[in-house]
Structure formats: structure tokens, C-alpha cells
């Protein structure tokens, strides 16, 4: 039978991780969207500190299809997923987050169309239980982004979802340490399928998103497929530098007609100062942000360090003692 791999990365998700597998698992059992499949349920744990391992590891001992590669620390939840992805062995993986947001029973839906020749089936959110100011960030976002990037993104798409074995094999090709899936699938030019769904709210656990990671998302995304913020700087710096000419003229002008009765006084001076000094500091962070994402790139770091593995073949994991002799 046909073997599909589910990968989940997970972090502090002790009371999540139990129902997930539940729910995967009556995908495939008889009478289920996916019974006539085999699956592996690899998870991936990047540092917790709760109990997701010791549960995990209760799983797998009794059910050897459920694999499980605890991470050193926590590398983040961009390169955990990948290096899953990476060791997965079936035809199709599928990836999907361990708080539930991401329904199992859209597993019927992507295989469905993997089945009819579609070699990636996404799952996006167009609605969600989130507050209504994320929702209005994330709307303005996407809507920025698109009209930015080099490539048609792919809005509401968080990565999960299902991709043909040749598909991951094209992307690790790639060497892409740090990936943004919402451009790469785009730009990767491979026809895809859709499956709307709308995200539920969690309803265990609280969520590890946070300012910094979105921003590290925003960022990966504009850094990673397109050109226009640097061309925009090229430009303010132009039209800024012919404002300055144009004001210094007229001023020159003023004070030549009107001598004894025209001062120039310090606060333009000083608003002056304090506009163009934050207009350098922000188009250098900006610049600041492509060459982070160049350094990235070329660090050639591994996506994770593993500390342990569960019903897995050997792979690469933390050196051990040597032990060898004193003296």
C-alpha cells in the first residue's frame, strides 16, 4: 500500500498531541477518507519543556507507525518542519501544525486531489477565529506583499497541506535553508489545488506566535520575493534629495528678497535633521534585513541538530562521550 507521511513539529503541546494522533489515525482506518493508505506520523519536537515528549513517546510505543525526532533546542518554525519534511519516507507528506488549527479530516480532501494528478494540494484559511485586528494585519499584509512580490503568493496558505514526493525531492534540491512556502510553491511554477477551510480557534494550550516570529515571517516573505523595497529606497533617496535642492533654493531666494526681515530660525534645521536621520535609519534596516536574509543563505548551518529519535533509522544527533581512556 501506499505510504503517506504526516508530519507535525510541535512545542509545549502536551495537551494537543494525543487528539491529533487520534484524529490522523481515523483518517486511515477502515471507512475512513484514507483507508486504503498506509501513513507514518512523525513528530517533530523543537524544545519543549512540558510533557509533548514523554506523551509522544507513550504513542509511539504503541504504535510503531508514529515516529518521533526531538530537536536539541528550538530551531524555529520554519527549519523543523523542513528537515520533517526531509525525513519522511512516503509517496506524498503532508504537514500540519500540532495545535489543531490545522484540521486532519482535510486529509481525505488533499489526497482526493493528489489521486486525480495534482502534485501539491494547499490548505488555506480565507476565514478565521482570530481578533479582529489580526485579521485586518493579516489582510494587509497579504494585500501588500502581492502587489510587491516578483510571483503571484499564495494568500492564507501557512503550509499546510500536501506535497508529491518529487515535489520535496525539487525542494531540498533547492538548498534553501530558511524557505517562505507561501512564494516558493508560487514560484515553483507547479500547479497546485486548493482547499479552503476555516481555521478554528485553540482551544488547548496558547499559541507561539508571537510579535517576533510574525515579524520574521513579514520579513522572509518581502526579503525573499521581491526587489521593489530597494528600488523604492533608490528612488526616496533621489526624490528626497531633489526636495532638499528645491527647498534650499527657495530659502536662498527668500532670504536674498526679503534680507533684513526674513529668518530662517533652528527648527527647520532640527525637523530637517530628525526627518532625514529616520529615513537613512529605516531604509538601513531595510537594507539591514536583505543582507540577514544573504547571511542565512550562505551560513550553511544544519536545519537542526536532533537530540533523539523514536521508531526512526539513525540520523544525524548530538555527539556523544567518547570514551576515551585518561591519561
Known amino acids: 500500500m501506499t505510504l503517506i507521511s504526516i508530519v507535525t513539529s510541535c512545542l509545549n503541546e502536551a495537551d494537543n498531541v494525543v487528539e491529533l494522533h487520534q484524529r490522523i489515525k481515523a483518517q486511515f482506518e477502515p ?16 524544545g519543549s519543556t512540558d510533557n509533548t515528549v514523554a506523551r509522544v513517546k507513550t504513542l509511539a510505543a504503541a504504535d510503531a507507525r508514529v515516529k518521533l525526532i526531538v530537536n536539541a533546542r528550538n530551531f524555529g518554525h520554519v527549519r523543523s518542519p523542513l528537515h520533517g519534511m526531509y525525513q519522511a519516507s512516503g509517496q506524498a507528506i503532508i504537514t500540519m501544525a500540532s495545535d489543531l488549527q490545522d484540521p ?9 486531489h493528489w489521486r486525480a494528478g495534482e502534485l501539491i494540494a494547499l490548505g488555506v484559511k480565507p476565514r478565521s477565529r482570530e481578533t479582529w485586528a489580526m485579521a485586518v494585519v493579516r489582510r494587509f499584509y497579504y494585500r501588500a506583499l502581492g502587489r510587491m512580490a516578483d510571483v503571484p503568493l499564495i494568500a492564507n496558505f501557512t503550509g499546510f497541506g500536501l506535497y508529491d514526493r518529487s515535489v520535496v525531492d525539487m525542494i531540498r534540491g533547492l538548498g534553501d535553508p530558511y524557505p517562505y512556502f507561501r512564494g516558493l510553491i508560487a514560484e515553483l511554477g507547479i500547479r497546485y489545488a486548493t482547499v479552503e477551510f476555516e481555521q478554528p480557534a485553540r482551544m488547548r494550550g496558547i499559541t507561539k506566535n508571537n510579535f517576533y516570529t510574525l515579524y520574521d515571517l513579514a520579513m522572509l516573505g518581502l526579503t525573499s520575493h521581491s526587489k521593489l523595497p530597494l528600488r523604492l529606497a533608490t528612488l526616496a533617496g533621489f526624490a528626497l534629495s531633489a526636495l532638499s535642492l528645491l527647498v534650499s533654493l527657495a530659502y536662498l531666494a527668500a532670504k536674498l528678497m526679503f534680507w533684513q526681515h526674513f529668518s530662517v530660525g533652528t527648527a527647520p ?43 526512526l533509522p539513525p540520523g544525524d544527533a548530538l555527539p556523544r562521550h567518547s570514551g576515551r581512556p585518561q591519561g
Open 31 to 46: 471507512g475512513g477518507p484514507a483507508a486504503d493508505f498506509e501513513f507514518e506520523h512523525i513528530y517533530l519536537d523543537n
Open 104 to 112: 486532519p479530516e482535510l486529509i481525505g480532501q488533499f489526497i482526493a
Open 269 to 311: 534645521i532640527i525637523i530637517g535633521l530628525f526627518f532625514f536621520g529616520a529615513v537613512q535609519l529605516f531604509f538601513i534596516g531595510l537594507v539591514g534585513e536583505y543582507v540577514a536574509a544573504i547571511h542565512t543563505q550562505i551560513s550553511k548551518r544544519p536545519l537542526v541538530v536532533e537530540r533523539e529519535r523514536v521508531n
